[in-house]
C-alpha cells in the first residue's frame, strides 16, 4: 500500500468512496436525491479533503450548514446509523487503497468530521 500523497490521491478516495455511498442501501437514498451535480460535489470534497490534509485554502464553504440543510430537505431522517454507514465506508475506501501517518490522520479527521456534523445537525432541529 502507498501513502496519501497528493491531491490526485485524494481524488481516487473520494471518488472510490462516492461510488460506494451512491450504491449503498443506507446512504444512496439521501445523496442520490439532493446531489445533483456529482462531478461538481467530487471535486468540491476532493478539495475540502485536500486542505484537511495538506492544509492551503483550496475549499469554500460551510459543511455544518449544508449539512443542517441535507438534513431538512430529508424531513430530519438523518440517524447516527447514517453517520456510522459513512464512516465506515470512508474508512473502508482508505484501506483499500492507503496506508501511513496521512492515511491515519484522515481516518481521525473524518471521525472528528462526523461528530461535529452529526451534533450540529441535531441541534438544528427544532
Known amino acids: 500500500m502507498k501513502a496519501i500523497e497528493n491531491r490526485e490521491d485524494m481524488a481516487l478516495i473520494v471518488r472510490s468512496f462516492y461510488a460506494k455511498v451512491r ?4 446512504l444512496s437514498p439521501i445523496f442520490n436525491t439532493i446531489i445533483k451535480d456529482w462531478e461538481g460535489h ?5 478539495d475540502f479533503w485536500t486542505m484537511q490534509l495538506f492544509g492551503g485554502k483550496i475549499y ?6 449544508v449539512h443542517q440543510e441535507v438534513d431538512e430537505q430529508s424531513g430530519h431522517q438523518v440517524s447516527a446509523y447514517h453517520f456510522g454507514t459513512w464512516l ?3 474508512f473502508e475506501t482508505i484501506d483499500a487503497n492507503f496506508s501511513g501517518e496521512n492515511a491515519d490522520t484522515l481516518k481521525r479527521r473524518a471521525r472528528k468530521m462526523q461528530t461535529v456534523l452529526m451534533v ?3 441541534e438544528n432541529r427544532k
Request: proline residues 5%.
Open 23 to 26: 450504491t449503498d442501501e443506507t
Open 42 to 46: 467530487l471535486e468540491k470534497l476532493t
Open 60 to 65: 469554500e464553504g460551510n459543511p455544518i450548514k
Open 88 to 90: 465506515n465506508l470512508w
Open 120 to 122: 450540529a445537525m441535531y
